[in-house]
Every structure is written in C-alpha cells, then in structure tokens.
C-alpha cells in the first residue's frame, strides 16, 4: 500500500517552545491530508483538514494558533503546536487522502512537553 | 451529525478462535463507506477492511469479515481463527461518501481485542 510519513515519532520539549510535525506522502500525491489527536487508550479525535495550498479547516474547540497546519506542497503538510504546554503532550497522527474512500495513516508522533 | 459507537470497551478470545467485535452507526445518509481499523501496540494504524454501503455483499479481508446490516445501521467485523498478532485496538470508522476530498473520518470509541494463547 502507500507510504505515510511522520516525523518525528517521538518529541520531548520544554514548555513554551514550538514543535513541529511533518506528515509526508511518500509515493502519492495527496491534496487532503487530516491531522488527528489520539490520548490514551482513546479513539483519534480529528483536529484538522489540510488541504494543499489553501487554510487548514479546523474542528470545533481546536485552537488554529496553537495548532498551526501548513500543506505547501502535495507531499507534505506540517503540524506546529506552538508554545507548547504540558497539557499538550499528546500522540499526533496524519492521514493522506489517495482516492475516495482511501486514506493511508502515518506512524504517529508522540509529543512530551515538559 | 453521524456517530460511530462500539459497545465492547475490551474483549478477549482464544487463540484460533472466533470473535465478533460490533460496531453501530447513525447517519441520514444514503452513499458512505465504513471501515474497520486496527491499531497494535505500534500506534500504526492498519486499515482491515472497508465496506461501501451501495455493496449488498459483505466485504472479507482473508481471516476477516464484516456483517453489513444497512437497515439496521450495524457493521460487525469477526476475525475467524484468531492469532496472537491480532492483538490490538479495533476502531469502526464512516466516512460519507458525497462531499469530496475533505470527507472525514470519524472513529468509534475503540475495542481493545486480546488474543490469549
């Protein structure tokens, strides 16, 4: 199947810097990719569409400058948590549209902020 | 809105055994797929099996099956002789079909399947 990656998979922080994910389509193009906020032992919740050249679309209750989405080209969209906070401290995962109804998953990139 | 719901928090089967993980829906909509992912310790998330819901036939992955029942908005998914890397948080998922690129996912709370040998 296709390739999905995230960088980096694991992240350590201090509190009040910036931190920034990318999620990388490697072998498709994808004009839509989803960037998701997974706590544990829950379900993914969606935090945001990015969709190439254009803002992000973000869900209900998500802070769009403190999570910051950037897709400049058609393999890569960036996820930047700004002035991080220990409350942020989370398991990011992105997903890449290829077709309709067909969505790959990066490996997921776990964010400690201490 | 649509809601995805899995009633079992945690089930546990034994190696080369059956199970049955269930997965209900509510939506207004008439065109939409739905899936079934698995998630090991890894955090990957796998695709297992999706189901377009204009298919009457139940989509098999190999060792998996759903049962889609539209009417009744209900998606189970069995794993039939069961193996200990099936080990994993299961999550349903639907995605509407109508709307384009930005259709979203949205996930079911999550079944965490354990394979006992």
């Known amino acids: 199947g296709a390739v999905v990656s995230q960088h980096p998979s694991w992240v350590i922080c201090k509190s009040g810097t910036s931190v920034k994910i990318e999620c990388r389509s490697l072998?498709?193009?994808?004009?839509?990719m989803f960037w998701y906020r997974q706590f544990p032992k829950q379900s993914l919740m969606l935090m945001a569409t990015s969709n190439e050249g254009s803002k992000a679309t973000y869900e209900q209750g998500v802070e769009k400058d403190k999570f910051l989405i950037n897709h400049a080209s058609l393999t890569l969209s960036t996820l930047t948590v700004t002035s991080a906070h220990p409350e942020d401290s989370s398991f990011y995962i992105c997903?890449?549209?290829?077709?309709?109804?067909?969505?790959?998953f990066g490996e997921g990139s776990r964010l400690t902020v201490l | 809105a649509q809601t995805v719901t899995q009633s079992q928090p945690e089930m546990s089967v034994q190696e080369a055994e059956t199970v049955t993980l269930s997965c209900t829906y509510d939506t207004s909509e008439n065109n939409y797929y739905l899936f079934w992912y698995k998630q090991p310790p890894s955090r990957q998330m796998i695709l297992v099996i999706r189901q377009e819901a204009y298919k009457q036939q139940n989509a098999t992955e190999n060792r998996f099956s759903v049962n889609f029942q539209k009417a009744a908005k209900s998606f189970s998914l069995k794993i039939s002789d069961s193996q200990l890397g099936d080990t994993a948080m299961y999550f349903c998922?639907?995605?509407?079909?109508?709307?384009?690129?930005?259709?979203?996912?949205?996930f079911g709370t999550g079944t965490l399947l354990a394979v006992q040998p």
């Open positions: 998922a639907f995605m509407k079909l109508l709307g384009g690129a930005t259709n979203k996912l949205i």
């Open positions: 997903s890449a549209r290829i077709r309709v109804g067909e969505l790959f």
């Open positions: 072998d498709f193009q994808a004009t839509t």
